[in-house]
């Protein structure tokens, strides 16, 4: 797919930016930027990115119905409307319509688009689209102070920002993290920390779960990797049977993950076995390995038909450092 830039390359890449992807759209943002607010679904949703100093990136979206042909002016003027009351009374906020964005030509043609800025406490470059494909309406600014307006930085980030991915899977990427997962799951919870990423997706009669855990010599320090994700991380899983197989992943030290729910049928003998056999719902398949060059620990658990080749699918599309782009 394309996001500039494939999964299967590190996170953090094209001179110094990182990519953010969620719920289909993606962006590219300095290195120095990160998202301070990441809310919403795959029907509408808003997205906040800061520097070390203030904002700098902000990205609203919504699926517009099917029969409604939304008018990009008079949705721009009631955000202009949203944006100036929450300024400061009499603080001054003048609109611009029609900017110059450098770059413009990297915008994909089939988006009917306009463009804007605004000065007021922050001086504003922004873009407004509907897609004709996923029938998103999009608003993407980039905001800086007044002494440190960059704009092709500015314009860089928002010609960037593409809507809906291509293909039958789309990038999950947040925090130098990417992982690729196909269409058909739906992201069911997250947590977005500095010491763990967590997605965890659902899928007719499957379920995902992929975790990026930091601060792995600390923890691997007193406790082996496969203990630590048994008995500690994964301690709130109920009916779950997992067995740790020690097994190298991508060169790194690691295990396969195999297993099954718990059930009251399996205990059964002879009988169990057959219902286990039938049952590939409750398979359990997926992949543990230490990242000694990332200071970190990768784990994907699949559940469901075909889990244990979903787990080692997805588990080749995570880079944990740079260089170690394929399986070795």
Known sequence: MDVRGTPRSPAVDLA???LFAWHGLSCRIPEGWDPTSVTGTDREGYFSFDDERARRLEIKY???????????????????HTVQKKLKKGMAFDVEYDVKLIGAERIPSSYEYRTYGWTSDFVARGII?????????????ALAVPNRVNYREMADVLTSVRCHADGDAQVWAAFEFAVEVPKRFLLDLYRLQAGLISLSFIGRNERLVVDRIGMAHAVLKHTPMDHYVANIHYKKLR???LRFVEEPWRGHAGFRIEGERLRLRYLLPGIGRIFLRWSKKDHIGGRLWHCPAANRLFVVRAEGKGARELADSIAATIVCHAGNGSNE
């Open 16 to 18: 110094g930016t990182k």
């Open 62 to 80: 919504a699926r517009a119905r099917r029969w409604r042909q939304p008018a990009l002016e008079k949705t721009l003027e009631y955000y202009f």
């Open 129 to 141: 689209w509907k897609c004709p494909v996923c029938r998103r309406v999009v608003i993407a600014q």
């Open 239 to 241: 009916r779950r049977r």
